[in-house]
């Protein structure tokens, strides 16, 4: 249970997941920037604003570095969004896998090894691991204190988020938003051992219905089942 406990923590937090070299663009995004003199909460109030949306899905790159061991797991993949607290993470490269959460219940499926994790959201995804907030924006101002960082210029906004209470898990946040939507298009996260984890979101369309169907999941006969917690 423990090999399984620290494979799992590669896959969610600090590893498969990749870094792309790609310049964030949203397609049909006119040049209206807002000027990069507005105020911290008056930044975070238009965040808020923006994600009040019921849904929203994007395409993902990630690329997690695990410092002590010099490794790097790259991925590829769709995210679906819906409030409160659902997620569906699709990876599509290097291995097809689904990470899925209702908002109570998780399951993590690779289809490889017709293998289903089987598990608690809030044990996985709360205080805003695993970016959990994209599903509920208020966990910005609950659970972090938040800085505008001096690296906001030019077309981003770049929030610091340190966790008010510390965990092995978060130990530092950077949100890049763009100015011109405020859409948060880079997640930049640090555990306690200094391990990266970037995440590049594009594509990103807001929807007014996502089918709550997409937010659970039929473990398929004769898979492998392994408890995660509880």
């Not at 807002?34 to 975070?44: C, F, H």
């Not at 019921?54 to 819906?82: C, E, H, R, Y």
Request: proline share 3%; aromatic share 14%; glycine share 6%.
């Amino acid at each position: 249970m423990e090999r399984c406990m620290k494979y799992l923590k590669i896959i969610i937090i600090t590893g498969c997941l990749v870094f792309v070299l790609f310049n964030p663009h949203l397609a049909g995004c006119k040049d209206n920037s807002y000027p990069l003199n507005l105020s911290q909460d008056e930044i975070i109030e238009k965040i808020e604003n923006r994600y009040a949306a019921k849904g929203f899905s994007a395409n993902f790159s990630q690329k997690s570095t695990i410092k002590a061991m010099d490794i790097t797991d790259t991925a590829f993949g769709n995210l679906f969004v819906k409030a409160p607290g659902m997620m569906r993470w699709e990876y599509e490269k290097p291995d097809r896998q689904l990470i899925i959460t209702d908002g109570k219940r998780l399951w993590i499926y690779r289809q490889a090894d017709n293998q289903v994790m089987v598990g608690t959201a809030p044990y996985f995804f709360g205080n805003g691991k695993g970016s959990g907030f994209l599903s509920d924006m208020k966990i910005i101002r609950e659970k972090f204190n938040i800085e505008l960082d001096d690296k906001s210029a030019g077309k981003y906004y770049v929030l610091k988020l340190i966790p008010k209470e510390k965990t092995f898990d978060i130990f530092l946040i950077y949100l890049s938003i763009s100015i011109n939507t405020f859409d948060i298009v880079q997640i930049t996260t640090y555990n306690s051992y200094n391990d990266e984890t970037k995440i590049y979101l594009k594509n990103i369309e807001f929807k007014k219905h996502i089918d709550d169907s997409m937010f659970n999941f039929e473990i398929p006969e004769g898979a492998d089942i392994l408890q995660l917690d509880g």
